[in-house]
Every structure is written in C-alpha cells, then in structure tokens.
C-alpha cells in the first residue's frame, strides 16, 4: 500500500483497535496467478497478534487458507469525500480521506473445537440477543461440517490514516467541520480527526 509518511500509522494497538471496531473484513490469497476475494467478519486477538473467522469450505479460498498460503485483510474503516471548498487554499481539489489497516500473515485452518470457539466468539460479539450456538448438535452438525474455520497469524500490519495531516491545522479544522456534516462514515471519519488536531 502506497503511505506517505504523513499518513502512516504504525502504533500495532492501534491499528489492531480499528481492526476491532470494524471487523467486515475483505480477505485476498493467490491461487496460481489468480487474485481469490472474500469479504469477512474477522475476530481479532490481539494478545496472541491472531485474526480468526470462518468461511465456506465450497468456498474456493478454502484451499488456499489449508495450504498455509500468505494471506492479506484489509480492514475498512471510515472514510468520505472532502470538498476542495473546505480549503483556505485555491485551488484545490476534491479528495476521499479515510482510515485503513492491511493485515498480512500465514493462515491455517483450526480444528471443530477452535472452529467452535471462533463461531461462540463472532455470536457474542454481533448478535445483541439472547441467541447462543448452542441449538442442538442435530442441527449444529451439517453446519459444521460445511464451514471451516481460520485463524491468521499476523506478520506485518500496515495502517494509512488520511485525514488531511498534509494541511494546516485551519484547513484540518474545516475538513472535520465538513465531515460532520455528512454520513455516519463521515462523522466517524472527523471523530478520527480531533485527537489529531
């Protein structure tokens, strides 16, 4: 990924904390030459510098995930359109800032129990009811036998925070300003900015 230095995060908490809090993640692997994409809600483990979630095994990654291949997850987190009429400075151009974590590592397929334990975990964090796994093992088992779960064991993280940092502090004030007045992803986004500023 293409970081300048002024948008490089390289804090590892921080960059697994966005990891954390926006967890749909998009998962690539090579198979021969040829790019393989699934989009993934990831578990991250942070003392062990583990992310873990399952996936289809008729899902053609499948294979790639059991051989122990290199594996990188992008973790989106906000982002939105800056308008060049925020800017002190004319001209200006239009830009997309946005926040982002590339996580690179080795894969490996985890047996029913981590498999198990990887379903418990991604139940408990998103599913706000009173819903648990445990539905009975009659109806549980073709379940788990369709899917298989992964864990990555985290090599190298990349974070590109871009919020502006190449602007003076007034213009990085009236890009939040402008944020705050867009989208949720946008708001996030300018909440991103205040620490910073």
Known sequence: MYVPDAFRQ??????????K????ATLFTYDEGEPRVSHLPLCVDLPRGVIRGHLARQNPQYEALASGTHVLAIFHGPHGYVSPSVY???PSVPTWNY???HAYGRARIVDEDG????????????????WRLDTG???LRPMLEAIAGFE???ERLEGKWKLSQNRSPQEQARVAAWLERGDDS????????KPRR
Do not use: N
């Open 10 to 19: 390289d804090d590892r908490e921080c960059l697994f904390g966005l990891a």
């Open 88 to 90: 002190v400075e004319h």
């Open 115 to 130: 498999l198990r334990s990887i379903l418990e975990e991604t139940v408990a964090r998103f599913d706000e009811s009173d």
């Open 152 to 154: 990555i064991t985290v």
């Open 99 to 101: 926040v982002v974590v």
């Open 137 to 139: 093992e009659e109806f």
């Open 186 to 193: 946008s708001r996030a986004l300018a909440a991103f900015m």
């Open 21 to 24: 809090a926006y967890p749909f």
